[in-house]
């Protein structure tokens, strides 16, 4: 796997080559949005790590990715649907939207039963967790120690939204 299913420290793995074959630098320019291959894209994973210069937080996806965006963020963070507030640790955050992405299938199963949050401990990405899946859409606040700049790839076999956080 890309990294930990766990918040504790991951196993050291090979950082992946971006999707269009290059080098992908870190930007701080957000919003990062990406239109996604595929109209839903169904949850099957989320994982974090910690590596050498970056934090990682990757979701897995049944179909291809969705069309998401990744934005700075301020509290108070609501929950989607009921909007009860959701406290997320950190001294910066960003806030991820996923149209399409979602735990929610066709059958009325849910795809994803895993962790939504992550307290990580780990030098930047500090929580991760899941402002909702409502209509299809699935929000996550990331919650870091410090501003901090990201390299979002997009993976395939299987898909996947990886996005790195720098130390």
């Given at each position: 796997t890309d990294a930990a299913r766990t918040a504790g420290p991951a196993t050291e793995v090979p950082t992946p080559t971006p999707a269009d074959g290059g080098e992908s630098a870190f930007s701080c320019d957000y919003p990062v949005v990406d239109g996604g291959t595929v109209p839903i894209a169904n949850i099957v994973d989320?994982?974090?790590g910690t590596h050498?210069?970056?934090d990682r937080?990757?979701?897995e996806f049944a179909q291809g990715t969705p069309e998401f965006s990744l934005e700075r963020a301020e509290p108070p963070f609501a929950a989607d649907g009921s909007g009860m507030p959701?406290?997320?640790d950190g001294d910066a955050f960003l806030g991820l939207t996923m149209r399409g992405g979602t735990k929610q299938?066709?059958?009325g199963t849910s795809s994803y039963d895993g962790p939504?949050?992550?307290r990580t401990?780990?030098?930047v990405l500090v929580h991760a967790v899941e402002g909702g899946d409502f209509e299809r859409q699935s929000s996550w606040y990331l919650?870091?120690?410090a501003d901090a700049c990201v390299r979002v790839l997009l993976l395939d076999e299987p898909p996947r939204l990886v996005i790195d956080v720098e130390h």
């Open positions: 989320v994982r974090v050498d210069g970056y937080l990757v979701f959701i406290e997320v299938t066709d059958a939504t949050e992550f401990g780990f030098p919650g870091l120690a």
